[in-house]
């Protein structure tokens, strides 16, 4: 305890210098220079050609250049915000404004291509300049001998590149060590392990399955559960000689839309004697609603033995409450797309409510799929 004590009055006196003592010169902070580096890798993928007004609309991907440069004009501001005074000094008060104001434009624009096709080339000149004015800024350069600089502590949370996380409950810690076997809790004793493989057809789900159970993964989620996918992975089980409790068995169902055709009657041919330990209902292609028959046949099949525990997949988030109103059995997980880009869904960032901390304070646990798929981030792909 005194030497914890004695260090904290060390670095309390040290803390006392004047900013020209504790500051190398010419230096930027740490995490400033690490943001920055994202907003100027993300800014220079967007084509220039697109910056200039008469061009064909179609000549240029709207929707992929409004996200990159507002990924990028996020990341820009945090740098700024982040940096110590000295630097925002030498910045000026007028370069900050202007970031201001063209932040203020980019939300303005959203996600709508009419909006960037329109207005953009107004901006993109003056985006380009201070792109390359704060690469200038940013850029660390040389220091005094045995200068070190001293990460100071950020206002923003350290994930926080510019769209909204929660402070807490928002991810579980994935171990990148190799180590698979980490799972979490889902309720009625199920148990999903954290990182996964998913099949999105039969076609070739034997070796694939084979595969990763070799390699220790023990979750198979089948993006569409069918009588076909489900025997590969059976056989596929059954020739590692790996123990069917080990795995844990998840995959998505359609809503029927198919007239006379139950989504009961429908797994059941599905299944036969197995159990699922995890189904996600998802709405009919082309939708975004989930209707309350589907989901009652969902917790009929629940409470006759055929699935552990029960989810919901790709539904818009209105959807999603009304299901959460509607159910007697609430889903414990919903499976949705995940990027860092759009973390719980493609308007995550930028909706006044987040729908992944509504879900966190309910304990409902968001099962990301399709972390490597191309689209949905434009130039941002692939992470």
Not at 149 to 164: F, Q, S, Y
Not at 189 to 205: F, H, K, T, Y
Not at 303 to 315: E, F, H, N, W
Request: aromatic letters at 8%; proline letters at 4%; charged letters at 25%.
């Amino acid at each position: 305890l005194v030497l914890i004590a004695a260090a904290c009055w060390l670095e309390a006196r040290a803390s006392e210098k004047s900013p020209e003592d504790s500051t190398c010169e010419g230096g930027s902070e740490p995490e400033a220079v690490l943001f920055a580096r994202a907003a100027l890798w993300s800014s220079k993928l967007v084509p220039e050609d697109c910056d200039s007004s008469g061009r064909e609309k179609d000549a240029c991907d709207w929707l992929s250049i409004a996200v990159t440069w507002r990924y990028a004009w996020n990341n820009l501001r945090i740098a700024v915000e982040v940096a110590d005074r000295t630097n925002q000094k030498r910045l000026g008060f007028d370069v900050r404004s202007q970031l201001g104001r063209l932040h203020d434009l980019i939300d303005r624009l959203g996600d709508d291509p009419g909006l960037w096709y329109a207005n953009w080339h107004q901006a993109a000149g003056s985006a380009r300049e201070l792109v390359n004015l704060l690469s200038d800024w940013l850029a660390p350069k040389a220091r005094r001998p045995g200068c070190q600089l001293k990460p100071k502590r950020l206002a923003l949370a350290r994930w926080n590149h510019g769209l909204r996380f929660p402070q807490f409950g928002r991810s579980i810690q994935v171990a990148t060590d190799g180590d698979s076997s980490g799972r979490t809790f889902l309720g009625n004793d199920a148990e999903m392990p954290l990182i996964g493989l998913v099949l999105r057809s039969s076609s070739q789900a034997y070796e694939f399955t084979r595969l990763a159970l070799q390699c220790g993964i023990r979750l198979v989620y089948m993006m569409e559960v069918t009588e076909a996918l489900l025997k590969e992975v059976l056989t596929a089980l059954l020739s590692t000689g790996v123990s069917r409790s080990e795995v844990f068995l998840a995959g998505n169902v359609q809503v029927a839309v198919e007239p006379g055709v139950s989504l009961r009657s429908q797994l059941f041919e599905a299944l036969g004697d197995e159990r699922l330990d995890a189904l996600a209902l998802a709405p009919a292609v082309g939708a975004s609603d989930i209707d309350a028959e589907s989901w009652k046949e969902l917790e009929a099949l629940h409470a006759q033995g055929a699935v552990r525990t029960i989810g919901v997949s790709g539904a818009s988030p209105e959807s999603l409450l009304e299901v959460f109103e509607l159910a007697e059995v609430k889903p414990r997980f919903v499976q949705s797309k995940f990027t860092v880009y759009e973390p719980g869904g493609p308007d995550e960032g930028r909706r006044p409510d987040s729908q992944m901390e509504w879900l966190t304070k309910h304990g409902v646990v968001t099962l990301g799929l399709g972390l490597g798929e191309a689209g949905g981030c434009g130039y941002l792909q692939p992470l």
